[in-house]
């Protein structure tokens, strides 16, 4: 893979504005390329089309959120706290998330297509998700879960994502969280 251009992170970033706005709908390669100040051939070059561009911006959201996760969380903690820890540490992130926020709420068909949907050998959102994250949960679990680490990812996942499509819950972020602990075989540990 090679290293972003600051062009692509100013089409990458602009993209994210356009979306936090007016969503996914009225979104154009056109537009991106007006708001991040480069010409229209250079984000065709960079995303080749809007499935192009949706898809870059996707994948690079998706490896933001994991990368800022194993920054954030202790690793060396005991399984069930990575695990609650890792729900909770999602649950938050994707609620600031400006973009994810104006989809969820104005256009969540978007969400579910891409949550389920497979394109021609690319893994939907949650099995991708999963599979970035399960290294998370195997630092220290391997041993202690009811699944494997991919598929206590993906129950992880799963849980997070039908708590952030639903704005209102009786569930507290804590109780998703203890919840989503359980659910992987593995105790709340304080």
Same mark, same amino acid.
Request: hydrophobic share 50%.
């Given at each position: 893979?090679?290293?972003?251009?600051?062009?692509?992170?100013?089409?990458?970033?602009?993209?994210?504005?356009?979306?936090?706005?007016?969503?996914?709908?009225?979104?154009?390669?056109?537009?991106?390329?007006?708001?991040?100040?480069?010409?229209?051939?250079?984000? $065709?070059?960079?995303?080749?089309?809007?499935?192009?561009?949706?898809?870059?911006?996707?994948?690079?959201?998706?490896?933001?959120?994991?990368?800022?996760? $194993?920054?954030?969380?202790?690793?060396?903690?005991?399984?069930?706290?990575?695990?609650?820890?890792?729900?909770?540490?999602?649950?938050? $992130?994707?609620?600031?998330?400006?973009?994810?926020? $104006?989809?969820?709420?104005?256009?969540?068909?978007?969400?579910?297509?891409?949550?389920?949907?497979?394109?021609?050998?690319?893994?939907?959102?949650?099995?991708?998700?999963?599979?970035?994250?399960?290294?998370?949960?195997?630092?220290?679990?391997?041993?202690?879960?009811?699944?494997?680490?991919?598929?206590?990812?993906?129950?992880?996942?799963?849980?997070?994502?039908?708590?952030?499509?639903?704005?209102?819950?009786?569930?507290?972020?804590?109780?998703?969280?203890?919840?989503?602990?359980?659910?992987?075989?593995?105790?709340?540990?304080?």
């Amino acid at each position: 893979m090679t290293s972003p251009t600051r062009s692509s992170e100013a089409l990458h970033d602009a993209a994210l504005e356009l979306i936090a706005e007016s969503g996914l709908g009225a979104l154009t390669i056109g537009g991106v390329a007006e708001r991040a100040g480069v010409s229209r051939a250079t984000a $065709y070059r960079e995303f080749g089309d809007k499935d192009g561009l949706l898809g870059t911006i996707g994948r690079g959201e998706v490896v933001k959120m994991i990368t800022a996760a $194993y920054t954030a969380l202790d690793l060396f903690a005991p399984p069930g706290r990575i695990v609650h820890d890792v729900t909770l540490f999602a649950l938050g $992130y994707l609620r600031k998330h400006a973009a994810f926020g $104006y989809i969820r709420d104005h256009e969540p068909a978007w969400l579910i297509n891409v949550a389920i949907a497979h394109g021609k050998s690319e893994l939907n959102l949650v099995e991708t998700v999963a599979a970035l994250a399960a290294p998370l949960i195997a630092a220290k679990a391997d041993d202690h879960l009811a699944l494997t680490p991919l598929q206590a990812a993906e129950v992880v996942v799963r849980i997070v994502l039908s708590h952030v499509l639903l704005a209102h819950s009786n569930l507290t972020d804590e109780q998703v969280a203890e919840t989503a602990t359980r659910a992987v075989g593995l105790p709340v540990e304080q």
